[in-house]
């Protein structure tokens, strides 16, 4: 009898641990989560969501709103469909802008560790400076053309 009611009990915790736990988000539920952050300039949270590629991208939009976190966005994603393959998943959106006019965008996400993780944001490509050629350097920063002597 004892038996009977310590094996169902053990049972009633399987099933209620099992009810309990969450399942891993997608990665839909990642680029939606990823975006929030973005925009409400939570660059710390979205940077979990992240490999090193995409906080880059992140420090980037960091650096640039220069400590002011009082401007914020509420993205529209309209169509968010993600290819998954293995570890990997191509998401493709619209993003509603302000006038109501809708432009295409790409999120390329890794799985590391059980976790989806958003890593290549398109259009965004950070070049290295150790990669220059010799002379290169002014690519990144062109001369101020009031240098330039006319003849």
Same mark, same amino acid.
């Given at each position: 009898?004892?038996?009977?009611?310590?094996i169902?009990?053990a049972?009633?915790?399987?099933?209620?641990?099992?009810?309990?736990?969450?399942? $891993?988000p997608?990665? %839909?539920?990642?680029?939606?989560?990823?975006? #929030?952050?973005?925009?409400?300039?939570?660059?710390?949270?979205?940077? /979990?969501?992240?490999?090193?590629? $995409?906080?880059?991208?992140?420090?980037?939009?960091?650096?640039?709103?220069?400590g002011?976190?009082?401007?914020?966005?509420?993205?529209?994603?309209?169509n968010?469909?993600?290819?998954?393959?293995?570890?990997?998943?191509?998401? #493709?959106?619209?993003?509603?802008?302000?006038?109501?006019?809708?432009v295409?965008?790409?999120?390329? /996400?890794?799985?590391?560790?059980g976790?989806?993780?958003? #890593?290549?944001?398109?259009?965004?490509?950070?070049?290295?400076?150790?990669?220059?050629?010799?002379g290169?350097?002014?690519? /990144?920063?062109?001369?101020?053309?009031?240098?330039? %002597?006319?003849?």
């Amino acid at each position: 009898m004892r038996s009977v009611a310590l094996i169902s009990a053990a049972l009633a915790f399987i099933v209620y641990a099992s009810a309990c736990s969450k399942p $891993a988000p997608t990665p %839909e539920d990642v680029v939606q989560r990823w975006q #929030h952050y973005i925009d409400y300039n939570k660059f710390d949270s979205a940077r /979990l969501y992240s490999t090193e590629l $995409a906080r880059s991208y992140i420090d980037f939009l960091d650096a640039i709103t220069q400590g002011d976190t009082s401007e914020v966005y509420d993205t529209v994603l309209r169509n968010l469909q993600c290819d998954v393959q293995g570890d990997s998943a191509i998401c #493709h959106y619209l993003i509603e802008g302000e006038f109501g006019e809708q432009v295409p965008d790409t999120l390329i /996400l890794y799985k590391v560790k059980g976790q989806w993780l958003v #890593h290549q944001v398109e259009g965004f490509i950070v070049i290295p400076v150790d990669t220059l050629a010799p002379g290169d350097e002014r690519i /990144l920063f062109p001369e101020d053309s009031t240098d330039t %002597e006319y003849q």
